[in-house]
T-cell receptor, first 111, second 115 residues
Framework: GQNIDQPTEMTATEGAIVQINCTYQ??????LFWYQQHAGEAPTFLSY????GLEEKGRFSSFLSRSKGYSYLLLKELQMKDSASYLC????????????FGTGTQLKVEL | DTAVSQTPKYLVTQMGNDKSIKCEQN?????MYWYKQDSKKFLKIMFS???????INETVPNRFSPKSPDKAHLNLHINSLELGDSAVYFC??????????????FGPGTRLLVL
């Protein structure tokens, strides 16, 4: 079966940097996505990795190591509005663009 | 303009009833999806259509029947609603390029509560 693990909750301070880890064991791999979901709202796309390495997008960066089945999302200069759930999702090869999601990491940003 | 829209936003109904949720996207995408997010916030794929053709059909009770009248619309009909069907149902769409993983754009969700 498919297994995607993320920490359930994290707390960080405004202005700081936080790293949210995701490990996966899936049959086939075609890319890894990170989504942000605020309470009561829809998931919104943050970043995508298909090759090993770091993808940077403003305050957000995502890293992938395919050999280790590992990714992380790095959030810099945290703001209160970054308090949300962060979802790691793996796209499976031959899966018709099917995304398998982790359980999400609830990030709380405090003053 | 809303890219992916769903109706209704909230749905409260009795056990045993039949209900439908509608989804529309104006992004010109070929592929649409239905996801279920349970009370623990776990998001799970249910169905996917590409240009009106069913391409993903996860292990979902056959009380759930998707229908895609055209590539911009994907509806979900649920028969004989059960308490465990209470969840948030999200529609999503993506461009539909074969063989490539794509960003999916989600609708605002339909909050279904079965009493």
């Amino acid at each position: 079966g498919q297994n995607i693990d993320q920490p359930t909750e994290m707390t960080a301070t405004e202005g700081a940097i936080v790293q949210i880890n995701c490990t996966y064991q899936t049959s086939g791999f075609n890319g890894l996505f990170w989504y942000q979901q605020h309470a009561g709202e829809a998931p919104t796309f943050l970043s995508y990795n298909v090759l090993d390495g770091l993808e940077e997008k403003g305050r957000f960066s995502s890293f992938l190591s395919r050999s280790k089945g590992y990714s992380y999302l790095l959030l810099k200069e945290l703001q209160m509005k970054d308090s949300a759930s962060y979802l790691c999702a793996v796209s499976l090869a031959g899966g018709g663009n099917k995304l398998t999601f982790g359980t999400g990491t609830q990030l709380k940003v405090e003053l | 303009d809303t890219a992916v829209s769903q109706t209704p936003k909230y749905l409260v109904t009795q056990m045993g009833n039949d209900k439908s949720i509608k989804c529309e996207q104006n992004l010109g995408h070929d592929t649409m999806y239905w996801y279920k997010q349970d009370s623990k916030k776990f998001l799970k794929i249910m169905f996917s259509y590409n240009n009106k053709e069913l391409i993903i059909n996860e292990t979902v009770p056959n009380r759930f029947s998707p229908k895609s009248p055209d590539k911009a619309h994907l509806n979900l009909h649920i028969n004989s609603l059960e308490l465990g069907d209470s969840a948030v149902y999200f529609c999503a769409s993506s461009q539909g390029l074969a063989g490539k993983p794509e960003t999916q754009y989600f609708g605002p969700g339909t909050r279904l509560l079965v009493l």
